[in-house]
Structures are given as structure tokens and as C-alpha cells.
């Protein structure tokens, strides 16, 4: 056993570069497409591996470029030996497709400028875990291995679905507190001053309403304090203020529907009788619909090593996408290849990818021990 334990830690020393530090990095910066830019680096050391990191959801106000995720990934990686490939996209929001298309093509301007890569692994935080997902799927033969970081790993539609949800309990426990609805957001309104506040002020009022969202299956906010339970639910609301953005993504048809749901949970017959009975109902268009599971909802089609992290309570990518996730590669059979991983993070276990930069390295670098060697990690 010893020997054994001996063996890996020298072949992870060999395909990590941990032989010295790099002395120098290569690092070319360009652009592609419309307003698309992107950075390759290959450090002095480089062991022959390519990680390609897509980004996670950056606002629409704030300018096109390297993102700080892109920057700390390269920081940690890089010194390591390994060559990593990410791009600004062409726009920010919500750019699933952009997003793929864009990071795919950075293996072919890797390759053009520094050498076919020997093996290529794909990452990404937050939406950009969904695009890693996506990129694996699509191109399976391409990839050595995924890291999903708190990842939409169930599919945009079942994220916009839990906003929207906790946006019409909300408005009916607390009716009148926030501007418009599920499904007509004001323009050019204001999330923190009218959403996040006056939401925060009514729950601190009445927290009954707040535990009963908490208690519906359709909406399983992430919480295990009062201050988690509040920020958990305000966050879910500033996410259905963003119905215009995702209504672009589907040429303006309607895409949430709640005509059917019976909301169930662990609330008395009663309490959940009132819900279904008095619960703002909204009928959306399969066209928004189908739109939106194209944009995108993983099909479980593993066929590659994948570590997927997160942090055990998440109120932006709450931890149903990580059990959807893993159900979908089961019936897929392919749950050999899948190994799931929940972390504390910087905030004793709630957060969004507030992860230690010792979890991420970790989690790559059991992920490449598993890819590069056969040895699985443990969730």
C-alpha cells in the first residue's frame, strides 16, 4: 500500500508540473467574434493538459472581458503545470450557447499557437458549470474530464421555475410588498431597493410566510439559520426580477407556467389547501417553454470522469440541480463516472462558490488523478 501511495503521489508530480516552480507563463490575448475576447496561458512547466474554464453569469451592466473567475483559476492552475483557455464571451447574462460555442473554439486557438494539447479538460462556476456540462455533452471524444462548479447542473428551466415560484408564495403571503409579478417585472426597477429590502422588512415582520416557502417542495430554499432563511429567499426574488432578461432567450414568449402545480410540502392540509386555492396562477407557451429547456437542461449523457462541487447550501443554485443532476446520469447508467462533492466553503456551508482555494485545487486535482490514473475520488 505504501508503495502504491508512493507511485501516484510521483505520477501526480509528474502530470501536475510539481517538479518546480514555472518560471515564466506564455500568454496570448485575443478576440473572436462580436465582442468576444479571450486569454490562453501555457506556463514554462506545462505537462500537456489543456483546461478550458467558462465563467459564471456576469451582469449585462457591467463591460465584456476576463472575469475575476477567469483570473483566479489561471492563478491557481497555471503554476501547477497545467495551460488554461477562458473567454469573455460575447455579451454577459444569460449566453449558454455563446458561452459553449466560445470556449469550445479555444481549443483550436490553443492548438494554432502553442501545440495540440495532449488531453483537454473542461470547468466552469455557476452558469459557466452548466457550459461545461454542455461542452462535455456535445463533444464527448474531445475531453479527458468535467469540474461543474456550482453548477446549474438541472437545466435553466428548473432554475427559473424555483425563482418564479418563490416569487408567487411570496405575493401571497405578503401581498402588495413587491412591484408587478412572477411574470411582469416594472422596467427599470431597482432589485435592492424594491425587492431585497421591502422583502427582508416583511419577513422580519411576519417570518410564518418565510418558513412556509421554505416548506414547499417547489421552492426548497437552502437555510439552516433565520439570517439563511431571509437571504435564501430575497436572493430567489431578485432572480425572478430577472423574467425580461430570460424572456429575450425566448423571442418573448411566455415561459413560466403554474397552472398545473399543486404545491406540496410539510405544512398542515389545511395551509397547503389555502396555497393551491388562493396562489397566483400564470400559463406559459410551449414555444418559451422549449425554448428555454434548449438553453439549456443537461441529458445525463456522462461519458467522461466527472467532480462536480458545491458548497452544501446554496441560495443562488439551490442543491436540487445537484440531485437532479445525478439522477439524470444514473438513468443514463453512467454513474460510475459521476462523483459529487459538498464543501463549507469560506461560509461554514452556505454560499455561492465560495469555495476555498484549497477545495477547488483539491478537487481538480483529484479530478486529474482520476482521469489521467483511474484512481476515483471520494464524494
Same mark, same amino acid.
Given at each position: 500500500m505504501l508503495k502504491?501511495?508512493?507511485?501516484?503521489?510521483?505520477?501526480?508530480?509528474?502530470? #501536475?508540473? #510539481?517538479? /518546480?516552480?514555472a518560471l515564466a507563463d506564455?500568454?496570448?490575448?485575443?478576440?473572436?467574434?462580436?465582442?468576444?475576447?479571450?486569454r490562453l496561458v501555457r506556463p514554462s512547466n506545462w505537462n500537456g493538459i489543456l483546461v478550458l474554464y467558462a465563467h459564471g453569469y456576469a451582469s449585462k451592466d457591467v463591460p465584456v472581458g476576463i472575469q475575476p473567475d477567469d483570473q483566479l483559476v489561471i492563478s491557481l492552475l497555471a503554476p501547477q503545470g497545467f495551460a488554461v483557455a477562458v473567454s469573455s464571451f460575447s455579451e454577459n447574462g444569460w449566453v449558454i450557447k455563446d458561452g459553449?460555442?466560445?470556449?469550445?473554439?479555444?481549443?483550436?486557438?490553443?492548438?494554432?499557437?502553442?501545440?495540440?494539447? @495532449?488531453?483537454?479538460?473542461?470547468? /466552469?462556476?455557476?452558469?459557466? &458549470?452548466?457550459?461545461?456540462?454542455? #461542452?462535455?455533452e456535445t463533444w464527448p471524444d474531445e475531453f479527458a474530464g468535467v469540474?461543474?462548479?456550482?453548477?446549474? $447542473?438541472?437545466?435553466?428551466?428548473?432554475?427559473?421555475?424555483?425563482?418564479? %415560484?418563490?416569487?408567487?408564495?411570496?405575493?401571497?403571503?405578503?401581498? &402588495?410588498?413587491?412591484?408587478?409579478?412572477?411574470? %411582469?417585472? +416594472?422596467?427599470?426597477?431597482?432589485?435592492?431597493?424594491?425587492?431585497?429590502?421591502?422583502?427582508?422588512?416583511?419577513?422580519? &415582520?411576519?417570518p410564518a410566510g418565510a418558513f412556509a416557502i421554505a416548506s414547499i417542495a417547489q421552492t426548497p430554499v437552502q437555510w439552516a439559520s433565520g439570517p439563511e432563511l431571509l437571504e435564501s429567499i430575497v436572493t430567489a426574488l431578485a432572480g425572478?426580477?430577472?423574467? +425580461?432578461?430570460? #424572456?429575450?432567450?425566448?423571442?418573448?414568449?411566455?415561459?413560466?407556467? %403554474?397552472?398545473?402545480?399543486?404545491?406540496?410540502? $410539510?405544512?398542515p392540509p389545511p395551509t397547503l389547501a389555502f396555497i393551491n386555492a388562493n396562489v397566483q396562477r400564470f400559463s406559459g407557451s410551449p414555444a418559451g417553454r422549449n425554448?428555454?429547456?434548449? %438553453?439549456?437542461?443537461?441529458? /445525463?449523457?456522462?461519458?467522461?470522469?466527472a467532480l462536480t462541487l458545491s458548497t452544501f447550501r446554496d441560495p443562488v443554485i439551490p442543491g436540487f440541480h445537484r440531485t437532479v443532476y445525478g439522477q439524470e446520469?444514473? @438513468?443514463?447508467?453512467?454513474?460510475d463516472r459521476l462523483v459529487q462533492r459538498s464543501v463549507l466553503g469560506t461560509g461554514n456551508g452556505y454560499g455561492h462558490c465560495t469555495f476555498t482555494p484549497q477545495e477547488?485545487?483539491?478537487?481538480?486535482?483529484?479530478?486529474?488523478?482520476?482521469?489521467?490514473?483511474?484512481?476515483?475520488?471520494? +464524494?
Open positions: 502504491l501511495r508512493i507511485s501516484l503521489f510521483l505520477a501526480l508530480a509528474t502530470v #501536475l508540473g #510539481l517538479s /518546480g516552480p506564455d500568454v496570448v490575448d485575443g478576440s473572436t467574434g462580436p465582442g468576444s475576447v479571450y459553449t460555442q466560445r470556449t469550445h473554439q479555444l481549443v483550436g486557438l490553443f492548438t494554432s499557437k502553442f501545440g495540440k494539447p @495532449a488531453r483537454v479538460y473542461a470547468a /466552469g462556476a455557476s452558469m459557466g &458549470g452548466l457550459i461545461a456540462i454542455r #461542452l462535455i469540474l461543474p462548479a456550482c453548477a446549474v $447542473a438541472g437545466g435553466l428551466a428548473r432554475q427559473v421555475d424555483y425563482s418564479a %415560484n418563490v416569487r408567487v408564495l411570496f405575493d401571497l403571503f405578503y401581498p &402588495g410588498v413587491l412591484p408587478g409579478s412572477a411574470v %411582469n417585472v +416594472p422596467p427599470g426597477i431597482d432589485v435592492t431597493s424594491q425587492i431585497v429590502l421591502p422583502a427582508i422588512a416583511a419577513m422580519r &415582520g411576519n425572478a426580477a430577472g423574467y +425580461p432578461e430570460i #424572456l429575450g432567450l425566448t423571442h418573448g414568449q411566455p415561459y413560466f407556467s %403554474n397552472t398545473a402545480t399543486q404545491y406540496t410540502g $410539510a405544512l425554448s428555454i429547456e434548449h %438553453n439549456y437542461t443537461p441529458t /445525463g449523457d456522462l461519458r467522461v470522469p446520469v444514473a @438513468a443514463m447508467g453512467d454513474a477547488l485545487t483539491k478537487a481538480f486535482f483529484d479530478l486529474i488523478l482520476w482521469g489521467e490514473y483511474g484512481v476515483k475520488p471520494t +464524494p
